[in-house]
């Protein structure tokens, strides 16, 4: 009986060719998706590594150059400020700056003590969440960031 009713069902199954499926569906459903899952289901390596390198590389390039321009700024307004003492345009109250280092030493010591924030934890969490999900695109972003960086 099993063997006869298994015969009959043979003729009622359809084969459903996933790539062709997948390349009807419009762009937007294969990336934002609500089956969209981590990268590593959905690309190649070489796709996940060159996706996180070239992100990388383009964050780690504008860092420097942003990163060149604050350093250049502090830098600049620190030595205008320490000519302008030099030159007596500014006295500064060293009673007065040193009063204050030693209280936010305090407040530094009493945030110390308590625990880090649900906030700060949860976030945490997602991150390394999505490192573990995400291996390949985080190496090749962590590359890319270093390569852009250096040029």
Same mark, same amino acid.
């Given at each position: 009986?099993?063997?006869?009713?298994?015969? !009959?069902?043979?003729?009622?199954?359809? !084969?459903?060719?996933?790539?062709?499926?997948?390349? %009807?569906?419009? =762009? =937007?459903? *294969?990336?934002? &998706?609500? $089956?969209?899952?981590?990268? /590593?289901?959905?690309?190649?390596? /070489?796709?996940?590594?060159?996706?996180?390198?070239?992100?990388? =590389?383009?964050?780690?390039?504008?860092?420097? %150059?942003?990163? *060149?321009?604050?350093?250049? /700024?502090?830098? &600049?307004?620190?030595? +205008?400020?320490? +000519? #302008?003492?030099?030159?007596?345009?500014? *006295?500064?109250? =060293?009673?007065? @700056?040193?009063?204050?280092?030693?209280? /936010?030493?305090?407040?530094?010591?009493?945030?110390?003590?308590?625990?880090?924030?649900?906030? @700060?934890? !949860?976030?945490? $969490?997602?991150?390394?969440?999505?490192?573990? %999900?995400? @291996?390949?695109?985080? &190496?090749?972003?962590?590359?890319?960031?270093?390569? &852009?960086? #250096? !040029?």
């Amino acid at each position: 009986m099993a063997a006869s009713s298994q015969g !009959s069902f043979e003729g009622n199954f359809e !084969s459903l060719d996933l790539a062709e499926f997948a390349k %009807k569906q419009p =762009w =937007w459903r *294969k990336l934002f &998706g609500q $089956e969209s899952g981590p990268s /590593a289901e959905k690309y190649s390596v /070489a796709t996940q590594l060159l996706i996180g390198g070239v992100t990388g =590389w383009c964050t780690g390039f504008i860092f420097q %150059k942003v990163g *060149k321009l604050a350093a250049t /700024a502090v830098g &600049g307004g620190f030595f +205008l400020l320490q +000519l #302008a003492n030099h030159t007596g345009y500014i *006295k500064v109250d =060293w009673q007065r @700056v040193e009063k204050d280092m030693k209280k /936010a030493k305090e407040q530094l010591k009493i945030r110390k003590s308590n625990q880090i924030p649900t906030e @700060v934890k !949860s976030k945490a $969490e997602e991150v390394v969440s999505f490192v573990k %999900k995400n @291996v390949l695109v985080t &190496g090749g972003f962590f590359g890319g960031f270093l390569l &852009g960086m #250096a !040029s």
